[in-house]
């Protein structure tokens, strides 16, 4: 679908934020569960699977709205290149936010770990017991997340160019949006080159 306003649609703007928060916590949270162990590990892993999950909710809400209602459309100026790299990579960011949560629910349900949540809810598994495909789990899981820290960094590359150094509107479309300018309508007497006539 194709969008008349230059900005993204508010509740998309919201769901971009929001995960944004929670992507970064996943990735400190990572970091720091690769460094530790013992109980700060078990406290972290704790905090990492409900993050997941609630990405992947948030991934499910927001890829239907977003192909709902559509994207501002970018700069003519923008080589075919950049946009072609900007479509692929904006289809890698939707397929990554997908699959990084659902892969590591399996790789738990395939170690027999439980999923659980916030008020003593816990997931059922997707996955039978089986400790290969955890350990295959267990790396695509990890290689997905080092691919996806790459994308972010490329996303944010793209993102400060068009905010700071382009200064095009992109970067805005997805923040505060465009402000609406009002523009009063002619009357018709006014038009200039015309005068007015009345009756005799």
Not at 98 to 109: D, E, H, V
Not at 119 to 138: K, Q, S, T
Not at 192 to 198: K, M, N
Request: aromatic share 8%; with cysteine.
């Amino acid at each position: 679908m194709t969008r008349v306003s230059s900005d993204f649609h508010p509740a998309l703007r919201v769901l971009h934020w929001l995960m944004a928060a929670l992507v970064l916590a996943m990735l400190f949270i990572g970091v720091f569960m690769v460094s530790t162990s013992g109980p700060a590990y078990v406290a972290l892993l704790d905090l990492h699977r409900p993050i997941g999950i609630a990405i992947l909710v948030l991934v499910l809400l927001r890829l239907p709205l977003r192909l709902a209602t559509g994207a501002p459309a970018l700069p003519k100026d923008l080589a075919p290149l950049q946009k072609r790299i900007a479509w692929g990579s904006h289809v890698l960011l939707y397929a990554t936010l997908f699959a990084l949560p659902l892969i590591g629910w399996g790789m738990l349900s395939a170690g027999g770990y439980p999923v659980r949540l916030e008020c003593g809810i816990v997931l059922p598994p997707i996955l039978p017991h089986d400790l290969a495909l955890y350990a295959l789990l267990r790396a695509a899981h990890t290689a997905i997340a080092l691919a996806f820290f790459a994308l972010i960094l490329l996303h944010l590359a793209a993102a400060l160019m068009h905010g700071v150094v382009r200064r095009d509107g992109v970067l805005r479309s997805m923040t505060t949006g465009h402000r609406k300018t009002y523009t009063p309508a002619i009357a018709d007497d006014d038009k200039p080159g015309e005068t007015a006539t009345f009756p005799a």
